[in-house]
Every structure is written in structure tokens, then in C-alpha cells.
């Protein structure tokens, strides 16, 4: 049975740091290229980063560049989003995806940034 786990979130305030981790089962994790996503209310579901199946390349979406930081540990089936600096911009239901010829999707995890 694939799992998407996701943990590490909460109430932050601006400025703060939180870090995100998806723990992963049911299938080959190595694999798959891992990506975290946002979701805002009444909002679309956006790309926040992204990860290779080795962990060589990463992307991240505009608005977090230079602020979140994606990694992974293929021994541990974990990856990890790393965010400093957070803004109330940044309040969402954070989604773990693993993707390759098929994709799956965690259950999120609620990040809310305010004072």
C-alpha cells in the first residue's frame, strides 16, 4: 500500500522557520522524483519545489527561491522541505507528491504564518 506522510507543520510566526518532512512506503522511493506543493484557500494548487530521484537537481517556484530548501534521503524513503523566512503569504495545506509513471499524493499538512 503506497503512503505519503507528511509532517512538520503548524502555526509560525513571520520570519520563523519550519521544516517539513514526508515519510514515504508501498513503493520504490528512489525512484520517483519528489515534489512539495501548496494549496491556499479558494487558491490552485502550486509547485513549491522539486526534487530528482538521486537528488542532483532541484527547482522551486518563484515566490520561495532563496527561502526553502528541498532535500531527500533515499536510505530513510524521506524527503524534506526546509522553509526560513516564512511570510503569512506562505499559509497553506502543504502536499508531498511522488512522481514518475504514476504519482501519488500525501493527505497535507497545514502551515499557517501569522502574529
Known amino acids: 500500500q503506497v503512503q505519503l506522510v507528511e509532517s512538520g507543520g503548524g502555526l509560525v510566526q513571520p520570519g520563523g522557520s519550519l521544516r517539513l518532512s514526508c515519510a514515504a512506503s508501498?513503493?520504490?522511493?528512489?525512484?520517483?522524483?519528489m515534489s512539495w506543493y501548496r494549496q491556499a484557500p479558494g487558491m490552485q494548487r502550486d509547485l513549491v519545489a522539486r526534487?530528482?530521484?538521486?537528488?542532483?537537481?532541484?527547482r522551486y517556484g518563484d515566490s520561495v527561491k532563496g527561502r526553502f530548501t528541498i532535500s531527500r534521503d533515499n536510505a530513510k524513503n524521506a524527503v524534506y522541505l526546509q522553509m526560513n523566512s516564512l511570510k503569512p503569504e506562505d499559509t497553506a495545506v502543504y502536499y508531498c507528491?511522488?512522481?514518475?509513471?504514476?504519482?501519488?499524493w500525501g493527505q497535507g499538512t497545514q502551515v499557517t504564518v501569522s502574529s
Open positions: 507528491r511522488a512522481h514518475r509513471t504514476l504519482e501519488f
Open positions: 508501498g513503493f520504490t522511493f528512489s525512484s520517483y522524483a
Open positions: 526534487i530528482d530521484s538521486s537528488g542532483g537537481h532541484t
